[in-house]
């Protein structure tokens, strides 16, 4: 029983330790607004960007990224820092949003 009991400890200590699995995460742009506009994730995961205007938009942060985002295609970035951004467009600064990065 003992044994069972250690085996058990151990086992969910490994568990805990093991790396979550990178999620895919989807921000659609349309009607000129990026949706959603609040996204928490975490380092590792994946945004895919898919801009269904017939316009070009960017995903950009002041003083940090900058991603252009071409007019219906999709776009992957890989998130690889915590970290909470405002992100906004640079062609139509009214477009914002959030995101949150947790390690």
Not at 16 to 43: D, M, R, W, Y
Not at 48 to 69: C, F, R, Y
Request: one cysteine or more; glycine letters at 6%; charged letters at 20%.
């Amino acid at each position: 029983m003992r044994n069972i009991r250690s085996f058990l400890i151990l086992a969910g200590l490994l568990i805990g330790l093991a790396p979550a699995e990178a999620k895919t995460i989807q921000i659609t742009i349309e009607n000129l607004s990026f949706s959603p506009q609040n996204i928490e994730a975490n380092v590792g995961d994946v945004i895919e960007w898919n801009n269904k205007d017939p316009m070009q938009h960017s995903a950009t942060v002041k003083g940090g990224w900058d991603i252009l985002l071409p007019a219906k295609k999709v776009t992957k970035q890989v998130l690889d820092s915590a970290q909470t951004v405002n992100y906004y467009c640079r062609f139509h600064p009214d477009m914002t949003g959030q995101l949150t990065v947790k390690p």
